[in-house]
T-cell receptor, first 112, second 116 residues
Framework: AQSVTQPDIHITVSEGASLELRCNYS??????LFWYVQSPGQGLQLLLK??????LVQGIKGFEAEFKRSQSSFNLRKPSVHWSDAAEYFC??????????FGRGTSLIVHP | NAGVTQTPKFQVLKTGQSMTLQCAQD?????MYWYRQDPGMGLRLIYY???????DKGEVPNGYNVSRLNKREFSLRLESAAPSQTSVYFC???????????????FGPGTRLTVL
């Protein structure tokens, strides 16, 4: 079975500060990993995904994530946060089934 | 290119009423999904359709039925609505099944349902 944990329910950062959102997964083999973003009142949009190769993945809007097999983690990072980054962020894992399992989400609050 | 569309955007029902949520995609995707989103619970899969003509239960199917009308459309029906079904419902689609999980899912804007 596959599962994903996002330990932080809320994260608050100041505009211009760096950001790291945590994601830990459970799956027996190499997983497919995703980060999605949900702006208020909207559906989810893919930020980036990992399925093989380079463990550092670049995404849209200046986001990146690093796959660390030894830590079963896929943390999302951004060097400088903008006010428009305030949103809900979801990590997801897919393994043998093509259907992903989503984490409970992390709400990002950006202070001016 | 509309992507994934959902109707209605908002709905208020009384307990026991029925309704159908509509979803359509124009990306020629094979697989479609229905999720519900509740505060602190993330997204939970209700039903999915790997391809036209097939449907399967997800994590929380009780109280729901689905129909894959054709390749484009996938509807979700609440036969007798209950307050516990108050939620935001998202439809999603992805290109193909059986590719080992690497497909991106594309989401609609959601339907906000309140059951009184």
């Amino acid at each position: 079975a596959q599962s994903v944990t996002q330990p932080d329910i809320h994260i608050t950062v100041s505009e211009g500060a760096s950001l790291e959102l945590r994601c830990n997964y459970s799956y027996g083999a190499t997983p497919y990993l995703f980060w999605y973003v949900q702006s208020p009142g909207q559906g989810l949009q893919l930020l980036l995904k990992y399925f093989s190769g380079d463990t550092l993945v670049q995404g849209i809007k200046g986001f990146e994530a690093e796959f660390k097999r030894s830590q079963s983690s896929f943390n999302l990072r951004k060097p400088s946060v903008h006010w428009s980054d305030a949103a809900e962020y979801f990590c997801a894992v897919a393994g043998g089934s093509y259907i992903p399992t989503f984490g409970r989400g992390t709400s990002l609050i950006v202070h001016p | 290119n509309a992507g994934v569309t959902q109707t209605p955007k908002f709905q208020v029902l009384k307990t026991g009423q029925s309704m159908t949520l509509q979803c359509a995609q124009d990306m020629n995707h094979n697989s479609m999904y229905w999720y519900r989103q509740d505060p602190g619970m993330g997204l939970r899969l209700i039903y999915y359709s790997a391809s036209e003509g097939t449907t399967d239960k997800g994590e929380v199917p009780n109280g729901y039925n689905v129909s894959r009308l054709n390749k484009r459309e996938f509807s979700l029906r609440l036969e007798s609505a209950a307050p516990s079904q108050t939620s935001v419902y998202f439809c999603a689609s992805s290109a193909s099944a059986g590719t080992g999980g690497s497909d991106t899912q594309y989401f609609g804007p959601g339907t906000r349902l309140t059951v009184l």
